[in-house]
């Protein structure tokens, strides 16, 4: 199967599960909301963000790893493959162990850092046992599910996304049937994700099996790798890096807000982050398999293509997230008034969501930047992640105290802004394409004046008053299919005639297309 063949299955697959796990997700999160309450949900999402900052002690590997396969998966040496997985997995064995060690010292000082979800009433043990649940989870990921990364190297994310989604799906229904239908608390609920964990790995470890037959890793073979590619070990210590900042980035927001405000503020605050994160995930999930189809176009060395695939990524992420963006700012509060009891008390009001729509767009359009990156094995500007991190820190904090929630959001958006806009596109310029930005800049601009026009232009047609009002399902029904509708058509319309990486998207997509019906 070819590169382009995989990634439109990867596609696929990713799309469908997206739809299915979205409508599931905001129901159950609402049944979770009513029987468990928004101190517990808030909880949980406070939890997972230490958790998350606990997963440093991977340190990259997993990323270190896949660009050293993609080299083997192209020539398909099994020996040289088998390999690295072994080697893979004897450092997440180490890495399992760290993670064990950090996260059994941090319960220790759970009382201190969770004082004010205590003082709001949530009990010492149920914090207990769903930090202890997570982190139970978490070390699966290390210890079990390590040969995942083979799959997505290898461009077959579409088995791990399977698996993952259909585990996910059974997992939420059953939490929300024992829940309204039984006395089921929050440690029955504790319990489904912990066995759906175990379930998830035994049944990725039959499909790998399947696909792999002669894949007969170990830890001794890992083990013996170790001095044969210390190459991986000078590529982790820079993602090392880059993955503090994307933990600050991303999780430091709920915890600022669970520390200074409440676990109520952080439940309302992720009702926003969840759609956010699921809108992203939904457009990574269906492009995730790039990653190494452009590491594999990388290997090829054929600097015309890797610079035709660059522009065609780049004008598409510009067109999805502009649509994307446009939409989530005119539905989003809407959607959480008819979602959520009470969801009119939870609303963020426009500013901050604008805000939101603001960082929304940049981890949309960074992708772009981010796959030649890690396709090139770009992690050198270590300065740049740590003052990323750093600045996000500082920011989040000192804003938070000043002036709550948006002060948040605007810091988060600030330090993410600086990087992803201006350091990364120059970086991948200078030392991956070796050559002048001026055209990525000039690109830049060029395409932020047509989705800003086009924004403008959108919201006159909208305020005519023409489309139902959103205060009912059926009206917010209305409007979610026309506004994504109206946008997409519009500036896909305007960049298409204004830009070459347009245009040759969309005749690779009319192609794939075309192969497809013919079959």
């Not at 399947?210 to 044969?228: D, E, F, N």
């Not at 210390?230 to 807000?257: E, G, K, N, P, W």
């Not at 539905?331 to 609303?347: D, E, K, M």
């Amino acid at each position: 199967m070819s590169r382009l063949a995989y990634s439109f299955k990867n596609a696929r697959v990713s799309v469908a599960f997206y739809l299915l796990v979205l409508a599931l997700n905001f129901f159950s999160r609402r049944i979770f909301l009513e029987e468990l309450g928004t101190q517990f949900v808030g909880l949980t999402s406070s939890v997972m963000s230490y958790i998350g900052f606990l997963n440093l002690a991977d340190l990259g590997i997993a990323t270190a790893v896949a660009q050293v396969l993609y080299a083997p998966l192209y020539r398909r040496d099994r020996t040289q493959i088998t390999e690295l997985v072994s080697l893979l997995g004897w450092l997440f064995r180490l890495v399992g162990l760290a993670i064990t060690l950090l996260g059994l010292t941090f319960a220790a000082f759970i009382p201190w850092v969770f004082a004010r979800a205590v003082a709001e009433g949530i009990p010492l043990g149920t914090i207990y046992a769903a930090y202890l649940t997570f982190l139970a989870t978490t070390l699966m990921s290390y210890l079990l599910n390590y040969k995942q990364n083979l799959l997505m190297a290898d461009q077959r994310g579409y088995v791990v996304t399977r698996i993952f989604n259909l585990s996910l799906l059974a997992k939420v229904l059953l939490q929300m049937a024992l829940l309204r239908w039984t006395s089921a608390g929050y440690l029955t609920w504790l319990t489904v994700e912990l066995l759906f964990g175990l379930v998830f790995a035994v049944w990725l470890e039959l499909a790998l099996r399947r696909i792999y037959p002669w894949l007969r890793s170990s830890l001794r073979q890992g083990r013996a790798a170790v001095r044969k590619y210390r190459s991986v070990f000078a590529t982790t210590r820079r993602i090392f890096s880059h993955r503090i900042a994307s933990l600050v980035l991303y999780q430091s927001d709920v915890i600022v807000l669970g520390q200074l405000i409440s676990q109520s503020m952080v439940s309302y605050y992720t009702n926003y982050s969840m759609m956010i994160g699921r809108l992203t995930s939904f457009i990574g999930g269906a492009l995730n398999n790039s990653y190494a189809g452009v590491g594999n176009l990388v290997v090829e060395g054929d600097r015309s293509k890797i610079k035709l695939v660059f522009w065609q990524f780049n004008a598409m992420y510009f067109w999805i997230g502009g649509t994307l963006s446009f939409s989530f700012y005119e539905l989003v509060n809407p959607f959480i008034s008819l979602w959520l009891p009470a969801g009119r008390y939870a609303l963020f009001s426009s500013p901050v969501v604008l805000m939101l729509v603001a960082t929304l767009f940049i981890g949309l359009i960074r992708q772009t930047a981010q796959y030649f990156l890690n396709a090139y094995g770009l992690y050198h500007d270590v300065w740049a992640a740590w003052t990323e991190a750093a600045l996000n820190l500082v920011l989040s904090f000192w804003a938070c105290w000043r002036y709550g929630v948006s002060g948040v959001v605007a810091g988060t958006l600030l330090s993410t802004g600086l990087f992803v806009l201006f350091w990364k596109p120059y970086f991948l310029y200078r030392r991956g394409f070796r050559e002048s930005s001026r055209e990525y800049w000039l690109t830049l601009l060029k395409y932020l004046s047509i989705l800003v026009f086009v924004w403008l232009v959108s919201k006159t047609i909208l305020v005519q008053g023409w489309l139902p009002s959103a205060d009912t399902w059926g009206g917010w029904l209305t409007r979610a299919v026309i506004i994504p509708l109206l946008y997409g058509v519009l500036s896909g319309v305007a960049l298409y005639f204004s830009s070459r990486g347009m245009r040759n998207f969309v005749r690779l997509i009319t192609g794939l297309l075309r192969a497809k019906l013919r079959r």
